[in-house]
């Protein structure tokens, strides 16, 4: 069992219920992987705590416990709060903060029996598309690498949790994705990652980038394990999260071999449009041709405001961002200025030296557009067209099941070349966002490959709490193709 | 009749009240809200604003607005929408505060109360616009430190209910009144403890003057008042002061004003110019508040009748005066208190006139003007009363039985003592030897002795002079030692000198 690092969450949970391997076994192997950080990829990873949770696990399937997920390793992107790990969300302002508490979702899959590596690299805050807005000072160098392309950017902001399932450091990652954050790196990183129905995952433990919006999600290496992580993840958490769905936990792997024939496709006409690079089309174009050979029919459809959710979600993200980053004041925790004077020189100094240059923009820009008179012509306005990109999607679920186009506009860019220009990288978020602002889920799975040998996904959306069909239409497409298995070199 | 003018200057005062709403726990999180514990000891991760943790809304602090919007006639939001305030301070562990905004939960209303004007008794309404839930930030402690600042987040998170009026008052007395008013409402219904020294129940005052028919003058926020006293002198130095520099020919500049109560003065905070953005938007952290009226039928089912139900109910069902009413419903236990004395006597005026003097003038004296616990109990009033109204005793020997019932040493097993009631009154009575003389034989030898040995006042008073008879009476209580009926004395008096 060489290559038990390549195996995913499926095919680990039978070989520790047939006891062909134990979880702690597993667990070395897999922190033996860890060494020298490969694509600086881990933020934080502990052995001593990742191997006391896989003896715990043990004790588990010792005493007979199925648990599908028992003793099967997953890493928590470090915008989870956790106990057992520090959490930094990214930012110099959090750095050796730890938590007195676990997010709801790290408790769940901690409870279904999951050995935690650590903690997964991500943009400060959740903020970007690229991974290179890491702040952490003790990660050197600061920036994720792409495993199909060292020189490339892994996406973001879940780059870390991407990098890691796509380099087989881990055979699943947590991510959360606010504009697009699951989605994006999954395409960029050839692996499969899904973004549920806003409300499904509790927020409750995710360090708040913009609260109507952030959702989180599981990243592996194919729609069968994704199920299997978003079952674990999902259910009721009213207690501690007032905008948790009240809707019973599902299983989410239920319907993922129902046959696709008479699945009505949805092809967005704007996803197609000028900007989209001819590599990405090929690939997705063949993708929906796949899918097309295994009965469904391919359904043209209008979401008109695409171009919109933009400005739309670069109003509202960085107005809920400011005020959700006003608590990083010094007072209580995180990071605080040496020097001062006063007060208000205190906050200055404390927020100047902890924020990142793109923080720094999202809550200069979340301030002005909520200020004194400026709030109807943006903030308001900003909602109203949500309500209709929202509306947009009701229209298009009546004449189709799920909605497929590409994640992205192009594969993964190089490092650097985006990172003096924060427009370029906010407009390659125009094909998620749509979903994002309208609390749909949606989800990336790898459909070949375009310049340079590097992955290209495709997303598939769908209507309110449709994560099943979604993951059914992945895994009948998986079925069928080999993209998936794909490894970058000297990740096997 | 409308309150007089200051130096021909209309005085507008509008009010905003906060009142810390007696839940067990807090408005977005499970920490206890109790007083006085510790510093920090009582703020959880929610309190303290960690990551990730999130406000989820206490069902009771919701029920609490939906009844003070039931007791003051307003209407209940079927759906209102909680806002994020922001600004930076560091008893403000968010960095924003989460509150009410555009839309409130409790909408309209009116606060009516009765006061005293000259002679007259005035019937007044005080419009309110809103109350909103809100929590309250923590304390920042200056004094204790050096160099530094301690903050104490136990308070932080704790639920508010800000009660807004519209600018309906003209007086300092009026915005007393109407304080007063408010407070034993929420009192009352139980939604507060009315605790002013620990900031339970906190008025800030929007004060403003004008001449007559002019527009609202500039107004100026004097916030925390904690005590009606400090109101009252607060509203009426602001007043001078406002129109003394208009006077001098000064604007007034819209301020937040402090009192300061060791110089009666109000001093400016904060003027407009340094008003802050607070950038309110909704929380999307908290979806909107849905009351729907089967939860607003419930509640009102639920809760105790009204003070102004009741003063109404006394009036119609003991035939008492509109005054007596109000004055009975200041409390909810001075109301029962009564009740309980009507009932065990069957003499509702004279039980009011005893609450509201004697009784009264005890609890005021000794138990803090409260009514819980009385050393009497309301049946022994009763009894006493009794005692009047069938002629044993006299009124003023019943005050000093009154005054000897308040004695500690008589209060064997509290308020559990039912058949006490006649035999303690009655003992008293017999052992002070208080008992009228209702034996006329006995009395009219009494009075043919005063008569003789006062010959001058028998010849005025048949001389047209109504006066001598005082002169009459006071030597025949005197001879009787005061267990003479003075009805009695009186009519007897009468028949004789006719």
């Not at chain 1, 901690?110 to 590596?117: E, K, P, T």
């Not at chain 2, 402690?141 to 136990?154: M, P, V, Y």
């Amino acid at each position: 069992m060489s290559d038990l690092h390549t195996l995913g969450v499926a095919q680990l949970s039978a070989l520790l219920q047939n006891k062909d391997i134990s979880a702690v076994e597993l667990a070395t192997r897999m922190l033996a992987r860890l060494g020298g950080n490969p694509h600086h990829a881990f933020l934080s990873v502990d052995s001593e705590v990742t191997l006391a949770q896989a003896k715990a696990a043990d004790a588990r399937l010792t005493a007979g416990d199925t648990s599908p997920l028992l003793g099967v390793p997953i890493a928590h992107k470090d915008i989870f709060v956790t106990t057992d790990f520090p959490t930094t969300a990214g930012s110099r302002m959090l750095e050796g903060y730890r938590s007195p508490f676990n997010a709801t979702v790290v408790q769940r899959l901690g409870d279904a029996g999951m050995v935690s590596l650590g903690k997964l690299s991500c943009d400060e805050f959740a903020m970007g598309s690229a991974n290179e807005n890491v702040a952490v000072p003790s990660a050197h160098p600061q920036a994720v690498t792409n495993p199909w392309d060292v020189s490339r950017i892994p996406g973001g902001s879940s780059g870390g949790s991407a990098a890691a399932v796509a380099a087989c450091l881990t055979p699943a990652a947590t991510g959360t994705d606010t504009g697009g954050s699951i989605r994006q790196p999954a395409a960029f990183c050839g692996i499969t990652g899904i973004k549920p129905t806003y409300g499904r995952a509790s927020r409750y433990g995710m360090v708040a980038f913009a609260s109507s919006l952030d959702q989180a999600g599981p990243m592996a290496r194919s729609a069968e394990d994704c199920a299997l992580l978003l079952s674990a993840m999902c259910g009721p958490d009213l207690d501690r999260d007032s905008t948790s769905l009240d809707v019973k936990a599902e299983d989410f792997s239920r319907d993922l071999n129902q046959p696709l024939k008479g699945l009505r496709v949805g092809v967005p006409n704007e996803f197609f449009a000028d900007g989209l690079a001819a590599d990405v089309r090929g690939a997705v174009d063949a993708a929906l041709e796949s899918l097309r050979s295994q009965g469904a029919t391919l359904v043209p459809i209008a979401l008109p405001r695409t171009s919109l959710s933009i400005p739309v979600y670069y109003i509202i993200a960085p107005a809920e961002a400011s005020s959700n980053l006003s608590r990083f004041d010094g007072v209580k925790f995180g990071h605080r200025a040496k020097d001062f004077t006063d007060l208000a020189d205190m906050y200055e100094k404390t927020r100047s030296e902890g924020f990142g240059e793109e923080v720094k923009r999202r809550i200069m820009i979340g301030s002005y557009v909520l200020s004194h008179g400026y709030y109807d012509a943006y903030y308001l306005q900003a909602q109203k067209i949500r309500r209709m990109i929202a509306d947009d999607f009701q229209r298009a679920f009546a004449s189709c099941d799920v909605i497929a186009g590409p994640v992205a506009p192009t594969v993964a860019w190089k490092l650097g070349d985006k990172s003096n220009d924060p427009l370029a990288n906010y407009l390659a978020d125009i094909f998620t966002l749509p979903a994002s602002l309208a609390g749909l889920p949606g989800m990336s799975i790898p459909v070949g490959f375009g310049e340079g040998g590097l992955p290209v996904g495709m997303q598939l959306m769908g209507n309110y709490l449709q994560e099943a069909k979604l993951l059914n239409v992945a895994h009948q497409f998986q079925l069928a193709t080999d993209h998936h298995l794909k490894t970058p070199v000297g990740a096997a | 009749m409308s309150a007089p003018l200051v130096h021909g200057y209309e005085v507008v005062i509008g009010f905003e009240t906060h009142a810390q709403l007696s839940t067990q726990s807090k408005i977005f999180s499970r920490a206890s809200t109790a007083f006085g514990a510790e510093p920090n000891t009582q703020a959880c991760a929610v309190d303290l604003a960690l990551p990730g943790t999130l406000p989820v809304m206490n069902k009771g602090a919701v029920e609490r607005a939906i009844q003070l919007g039931l007791a003051l006639g307003s209407h209940i939001a079927e759906r209102s929408i909680f806002a994020r305030k922001n600004y930076f301070y560091p008893d403000l562990p968010k960095g924003y505060q989460i509150s009410q905004f555009e839309i409130p939960v409790v909408q309209g209303g009116e606060v009516s109360f009765f006061l005293e004007q000259g002679k007259e008794t005035l019937h007044k309404t005080v419009r309110l616009v809103r109350a909103h839930l809100e929590e309250d930030a923590g304390k920042s402690l200056h004094e204790d430190f050096i160099g530094q600042s301690g903050i104490d987040l136990n308070r932080a998170g704790t639920p508010l209910l800000e009660i807004v009026t519209e600018p309906d008052m003209r007086s300092s007395a009026e915005a007393v009144a109407y304080a007063k008013e408010l407070h034993k409402i929420v009192t009352w219904i139980g939604i507060c403890d009315g605790n002013m020294q620990e900031g339970s129940f906190r008025c800030d005052a929007n004060v403003s003057v004008r001449k007559p028919g002019a527009p609202l003058g500039t107004r100026r926020e004097i916030k925390n008042l904690n005590s009606f006293k400090f109101m009252q002198q607060a509203i009426d130095y602001e007043v001078r002061w406002q129109i003394e520099q208009l006077e001098d020919g000064h604007a007034i500049q819209q301020a937040t004003v402090l009192f300061n109560p060791d110089t009666g003065e109000t001093r400016a905070m904060r003027t407009k110019e340094d008003a802050a953005d607070y950038r309110y938007f909704p929380d999307p952290d908290l979806p909107p508040l849905v009351i729907g009226r089967d939860w607003v039928e419930r509640v009102r089912s639920e809760m105790a009748e009204l003070p102004r139900v009741m003063a109404e109910r006394f009036v119609t069902q003991y035939g008492l005066p509109e005054y007596d009413a109000t004055q009975l419903t200041q409390s909810k236990a001075m109301a029962a208190y009564f009740e309980a004395a009507a009932k065990a006597c069957g003499q509702a005026k004279l039980a009011s006139n005893w609450v509201m003097g004697d009784v009264s003038r005890f609890s005021n004296a000794f138990k803090g003007g409260s009514f819980e616990n009385l050393p009497v109990h309301p049946s022994q009033l009763g009894a006493l009363i009794t005692r009047i109204v069938d002629n044993t005793i006299s009124n003023n020997a019943a005050k000093e039985v009154f005054d000897e019932l308040w004695s500690p040493k008589w209060q064997p097993s509290g308020y559990n003592v039912t058949d006490i009631t006649f035999g303690l009154v009655d003992a008293l009575i017999d052992a002070k030897g208080l008992k009228q003389m209702n034996d006329s034989g006995e009395l009219e030898k009494i009075i043919d002795e005063v008569l003789a040995a006062n010959p001058k006042n028998v010849q005025e008073f048949k001389a047209g002079n109504a006066k001598a008879l005082n002169g009459l009476v006071g030597p025949i209580m005197k001879a009787s030692k005061g267990k003479a009926n003075p009805a009695q004395v009186n009519a007897l008096l009468l028949k004789k000198l006719d």
